[in-house]
């Protein structure tokens, strides 16, 4: 799939994000159905394979150890315990496992080798499989593609201006570098951000126009609406109005017509006729499952039943288009 891009500016950004509401939505429905089948929705299953105890500073995140959140730390899980979630997240419908770990950044250690063993694991089911460990090198990502990972996530979060407010411990530049080296090994990239921070539209733009500028715009894009965790420095962020989720939703497929956009944390707080307006808005994507790490996300069953209301199906897995047709299709331009 060669994604066809435009050279968005951000004014041209900002002004599709200050569309009036309705309309904004409607111009979402019609660029993505005219990209994409609007009754499928991908299904992923997130797993948090190392939880706790990171060095990182996020400010959103009860992960840090900086902050005292109550989440308790484990180390990483083993190959079986893994493969055992993954046939339960298949079972239930997600064609896409992604595993979390907790680091600042993938070490070439055992702890790594062990991971590589989970996704050749969860590569022989069948699914996709997306990994999310932290910064990367150029080497460690081509091992992640030996292994047959599909799917790398690492997200820019917010915009290069509101970033040091959000993080220290780390630079945009660190995050763009990661995102250059997932793509040399043709692995997928999925990246996005979180709204809800207390940025302003600018900050949301800017992130957008990041994302649309980069070599290869990602192919798939989860918007997620700030979950505010007691202990961390946004314990107190007010909840995201539904409609910033909304607009931010149908921007971001007008601006990356193609990408899948996930409609991802945050949705607890949502009602379901505030999700309807999402997949009218363009969203293609959410996360099933109890539980998104370390915050809570709608039951599997609650979903199905969602999809059954709105006459949605789960996408299969590489899009119904086979594994190897994928990799030549997609990554070879
Ligand atoms: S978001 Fe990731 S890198 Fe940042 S503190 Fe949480 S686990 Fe660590």
Not at 49 to 75: F, L, M, R, W
Not at 163 to 192: E, H, P, W
Not at 274 to 287: D, E, K
Not at 288 to 306: H, I
Request: contains cysteine.
């Amino acid at each position: 799939m060669s994604v066809e891009r435009k050279n968005w500016t951000v004014e041209q950004i900002l002004e599709v994000y200050n569309t009036p509401l309705l309309e904004l939505v409607n111009r979402g429905q019609e660029v993505h159905r005219a990209n994409n089948n609007p009754s499928e929705v991908q299904v992923s299953s997130l797993i948090s394979i190392k939880t706790g105890g990171c060095a990182e500073d996020c400010g959103y995140c009860p992960q840090s150890v900086k902050y005292n959140t109550g989440v308790e730390a484990h180390k990483l899980m083993t190959v079986d315990e893994v493969l055992g979630a993954a046939d339960i997240a298949k079972s239930n419908g997600a064609s896409r496992l992604c595993m979390g770990a907790a680091w600042r950044e993938v070490r070439d250690n055992s702890d790594f080798e062990r991971v590589l063993e989970m996704v050749k694991g969860v590569n022989a089911k069948d699914m996709e499989v997306c990994c999310t460990l932290g910064m990367l090198t150029e080497e460690q990502a081509q091992k992640l593609a030996d292994a047959g990972l599909y799917a790398y996530n690492h997200n820019i979060d917010t915009s290069e201006d509101n970033y040091k407010k959000i993080i220290t411990t780390r630079k945009y530049d660190d995050r763009l570098d990661t995102i250059k080296n997932v793509q040399k090994a043709k692995i997928s990239v999925c990246s996005g951000g979180i709204i809800g921070m207390g940025e302003s539209v600018e900050d949301r733009v800017k992130m957008l126009h990041t994302l649309s500028s980069l070599d290869e715009i990602p192919d798939s894009v989860p918007i997620n609406a700030l979950v505010p965790v007691a202990g961390t420095p946004m314990e107190n962020q007010p909840l995201l109005p539904i409609w910033d989720m909304v607009r931010m939703i149908a921007t971001t497929r007008i601006v990356m017509p193609k990408a899948v956009v996930r409609l991802s944390a945050g949705r607890t707080q949502m009602s379901l006729e505030g999700q309807a307006l999402c997949f009218l808005a363009g969203a293609n994507s959410i996360f099933a499952g109890d539980k998104l790490l370390t915050t809570p996300n709608p039951e599997f069953n609650e979903d199905m039943e969602m999809f059954r209301i709105f006459g949605l199906t789960p996408r299969k897995a590489f899009n119904g288009k086979g594994k190897l047709e994928h990799v030549s299709a997609d990554h070879h331009h």
